[in-house]
């Protein structure tokens, strides 16, 4: 019998030395740490945000951290979709702005005809 509760403390202390070597190393699964105070791991303009600026983008590494080749590859989807949309929205400008001058020419001649 007291050969017996050896060997299981024995087995426990054994557990609980492989436990606590394996949380030091790996850690307990939380979440990564805050940030200190006023530090900021990337840099974007405060103003409109183009794909460039989102390809220069440079996260902090660290031990526990995310895989860098999704991330880079989720900025890069992003980078593309950022200059699609702009390309996008700068020729449905142009397109309104001429569809505009037309519709202002056409107004004018309009006028000049019912003027005569």
């Not at 017996?4 to 307990?28: H, S, W």
């Not at 989102?54 to 950022?82: I, K, P, S, T």
């Amino acid at each position: 019998m007291g050969t017996a509760l050896i060997y299981l403390l024995v087995v426990l202390v054994v557990a609980a030395v492989v436990f606590g070597l394996t949380a030091a190393v790996f850690g307990r699964g939380e979440e990564l740490a805050p940030l200190a105070p006023g530090a900021t791991p990337t840099r974007l303009p405060i103003g409109k945000i183009s794909g460039h600026d989102v390809r220069e983008l440079q996260f902090q590494q660290a031990v526990r951290g995310y895989r860098m080749a999704e991330v880079d590859w989720v900025l890069d989807r992003l980078a593309e979709e950022l200059d699609r949309a702009s390309a996008e929205r700068d020729e449905l400008r142009t397109q309104v702005a001429r569809l505009e001058a037309d519709h202002a020419a056409a107004g004018g001649a309009h006028r000049a005809e019912e003027g005569r």
